[in-house]
């Protein structure tokens, strides 16, 4: 049976819809019929599992701030009273926060691409991507700078940069550097590579060694000093290209990868924690030379890293792959919801942090009124037509 997508929300509807079952939108302005099966139809996961991601990272940040290296290491507005305890929950996201971000980027390329071609593709990612990260460069980033000397009662200076959106640099960079390789994939979807790539995804287990080789080999060749320092660094830079290209093949290896995710959640999810308990061993217990060699350490972190990665495609295509209102809604927002996130903390924190309040009291303000302020900003911005752009946002009329 033939479905209509909604041009609006991108939610399916049944063919005889006069009105879009999930924004409203009149008949007219939704496109063309599409068949379910049509593999250009949105996955709804990928969107949730970007949201989350994205989150994630600022729960993250927020976190930082609770660490008693935090003003010292990033220049984060830090609590006195710290909460090392957090830590320990950061550990479980903090090796894939941004490799998974740098996957769904690639994903994202190549649904782009189903409606454009390179050049189209470049166009897009410009404005999408580049023009965010100049404006958040010179306007967003050093407002943290002048918020952190404020509070420290430090010299103040204006300096443009990357700051907390130094990835969408390198996501940039990515789609120059494989735009020809990628345009040659679309156009030969049964070529050699894509063809090895299904036979081995579709044995038992084959997905699991085919996304992780890649991760490990990094690991191995790179030595990151501390696996998770990803901002701007060489180690940074080579997994998220990694991940970026799995995530366009992967992606278009359409039902074959999605299947076999789902099939391996499980095992994906075990492999992951139980690897999560041994870091935490080895960090906060002991210092055994058996794990804690460098070589050894980023190999089973590399491998952590990719067994969280596919469990999350492969409990979000299980149970997140459907439209809702709020999905739509936070799809549209958490990109610019992020890009302001930072300055927003800060503030906060440098306010908060000033009371006479337990610490575990200052981290739910904080990230309470970190969210509320930086979505009630969101609320401003996607209202003003020429403004939306700056922040990654389609220039339409105003909400």
Known sequence: MSVFVCSKCSSENERDAKFCSLCGTEIGTISSARTPLDTSIRRYDVDAIRVIALGLLIVYHIAVAFQPWGADLVMFVENEQPLEWVWVLMMVINIWRIPILFVVSGMGARFAMERRDWSNLLSDRSLRIFVPLLFGMFFIVPLNFIIFNYYYKKEQFYFPHPGHLWFLLFIFFYVLIFCALFNYFKKHPENMFYRFIKSVINKPLGLIPLFALPIVVEAILIQPREYPVFALTLHGFILGMICFFSGFVLVSLKEDFWTSVRKIKLITLVLAFSLYLLRSYNVIITESDLISS????????????????????????????????????????????????LPVQMLCSSLVFQLGLPAIFKLVIVLLGTFALSFAIYEIIKRIKWVRFLFGMKIKSAA
């Open 294 to 341: 460098s070589l050894a350490v980023n190999v089973l972190t590399g491998f952590e890293s990719a067994n969280w990665m596919l469990a999350a495609f492969g409990f979000g295509a299980a149970f997140l792959n459907k439209p809702s209102k709020s999905l739509a809604y936070l799809s549209s927002a958490v990109y610019p919801v992020y890009i302001v996130h």
